[in-house]
């Protein structure tokens, strides 16, 4: 267990340095001038002009060096400050804040909401393999796989917003707002979280292990919450993580279409705008929490399943 | 059974009680623009059009100045000094009171960033008294006024500022006063008890800058927003048939205009420009792409700009056979496949633009189809913003379509100035000079009467049209989707204001 910990924090710490590193070789290998570049991120289009790129390169003669910038950079990153964002002048950590915060809200409430009607729907029709009902949700679950997110968004707001008033299109603000953007992605996850435990179901349910359990008179509740549940928990919370994470960075078109600041939406707008700072510590604190996540993956795999908690 | 009895019921009451939010005498309103920040040069504009932040200087609905935070101002007769007085009743929204010495404070802070007032001849800036600021010119400058009530040119309070001249609150004296800031996306503001004017009927607003047309038009129409700014153009067809809403559409000052490099061999001759500007399809482009048939321009500057504009100019049809004729003169004649070659060379130009504005991109696949009728070979080059800037500065530039603005300041000589003056600009004329329209550019930044004015932004406006060193296409229409609950709705068209104060609910 402390040696699982020890393994991942000194992970966390390689993958600072090189998060660091490579975003800052990067954003400067980047084509374009970065003056320029940020001038237009800063003063939008209708003024981005020689002067305008004349005074940001101005201002950032000092860190002409780039070695410098970077240790600098380093330095500060020892004192938890992440600098302050080249465009819009507030600090990259209350950026980071506001933006992923939202950005994990969305995420842990779409993983739930899927979790809920997921797993539990594919554990139905993979004890009954070829069933109707395992027939019925592989369709339901590749139409909603099929469908992008932007259609399965814009099909609830008509449906649920405009259509009953019920919830408020886009926006954020209050909890009322979380629950169509979620659940646009519920939706799609649900669709394959479903087939995942179904074929998990499946597999134990047609082990030696399992028609053993029955044969010594167990009940049908019994012999899946004993012998089932454990082995089809592990590669559905394994398949939970790795979503999990594609939720938090690759939802920029759920994102956009309900007006919901993201972290994705903020790292596309700072690579296009040459914010470096920003660059840097959103790839950092995203960096770090792909770590956190497959430790988190990994603890709950081990509490799960106590072979691998043999030594 | 019972508990999805209980948690239907629940659910029920949920919906009813989150459908009642939006009648809650809060004004949401949604647009595509971002708050960019707290400094005025960057994001001044969402505040100035919110009632968040006042300038000195307000403009009417002709762009006619008019007092703001400044009640009165006197010129000297050299025209080198401007002497503003100050209103003596004005709170900021942290209860400090305006002075000269602020006011001239924020200028300062102002004209040290790029912007509009580093093009302001300014010798200094001084506060004589409490009430009294003085502005002092190296040269007469006629926009001073419209200058001042550029959006960058705000009034914040002194706890506005850090040291350094970076602002990092917002601190206005404005109608409404921010309440929730949450940038990139989203402000609530409410109302300011100290406000010096009349007190609005609204006295709270929220602000969501929603970037997808289709966003903005669910929001319309779901009632969660009640005003809903810049509609795509399929969604303003159906917002239009909707009986909760109301549609409004005005032109404003901003034209779609293609930057040519008047030094590259392909474009040096007005020729040139003409043919590619007569194989241009206007109507094609308003009418299909736009769904505006009207945003046909004949001219570079919109109606709505007075004398700027020049009225009765036949509608530009697209015109091949004299745009090949033209071509022709200059030596250019058919090769392979119908595509045109001089000495050899075939005619392929490259064309900049950027994804900003999403209707440009669309604009330059038409002219590159459109170009090609006549054996233009256009290569698009689809990037950022910047790159027009930074082209016309290192002389790599060909073409560039843009969508500029002519009320950056509520004058249009202002803008003209930055672009079609000696040299060009970054955003207007490129390796191209005209000597008459500069002369006529310079007496009008020094002053002029107003006959002799009208007179000259005549003629000024006659050079842009036949020289062409750019190539206008389109012109604009803000549109805006509003609830029928809302009354005295109006649009301005220099978009200095969303005139939320004098706004009220309609009786239910």
Known sequence: MSRLIGQRLLQALLVALVVGVLTFILTRALPGDMAFRIAAGRYGYDYVDAAAAAAVREELAPEGNALLALGQWLGDLLRLDLGRSLVSGEPVLDEIRHQLGHSLQLALGALLAALLVGPPLGVLAGLRPGGWFDRLSLVAAACLRALPPFVVGVLLILLLAVGAGWLPAAGHGTPAHLVLPALTLALGLAAVSS?????????????????????????????????????VGVPVVVYQGVQLIYLIEGVVVVETLFAWPGIGHALVHAIVARDVPMIQGTALVMGLMFVLLNAGVDLLCWLIDPRRRAP | MRIFRRFGLAACLLAVSLSTVARDGVLDIVAPWEIGGTDPAQAGYVFTRLGIAETLVDVDAEARPIPGLASAWKVSDDQLTWRFTLRDDVRFHDGSVLTA???????????????????????????????????????????????????SAQILAMAAFEDDGRVSRVIGTGPYRIDIFQPPQRLTAVYHEDYWGEAPAIREIAYLAAGRGETRALLAESGDADIVFTLDPASQARLARNPALSVHSVPIPRTVLLKLNAAHPALNDPRARQALSLAIDRAGIATGLLREPEAVADQLLPPGLGAWHLDGLPTPARDLQRAAALLAELGWEAGPEGMLFRDGEPLRLTLRTFPDRPELPLIATALQDQWRGLGVDLQLAIGNSSEIPAGHQDGSLELALLARNFALIPNPLGTLLQDYGPGGGDWGAMNWSDARLNEILQELRAGADPARASALRQEAAAILHEALPVIPITWYQQTAAVSRALENFSIDPFERSYRLSSMDWAAP
């Open chain 1, 195 to 231: 087939r995942v435990a179904r074929d998990s179901t499946r597999t134990v349910a047609g082990s030696a292990y399992y028609a053993f359990a029955r044969h010594k008179g167990l009940g049908e509740g019994q012999v899946f919450l004993r012998h089932g549940l454990r082995n």
């Open chain 2, 101 to 151: 010495q602020v006011a001239a404070h924020a200028l300062t802070a102002a004209r040290d960033k790029p912007g509009i007032l580093q093009q302001v001849p300014l010798a200094g800036i001084e506060a004589v008294d409490d009430r009294t600021l003085v502005l002092r010119l190296t040269e007469p400058f006629s926009p001073l006024l419209a200058a001042l009530a550029h959006t």
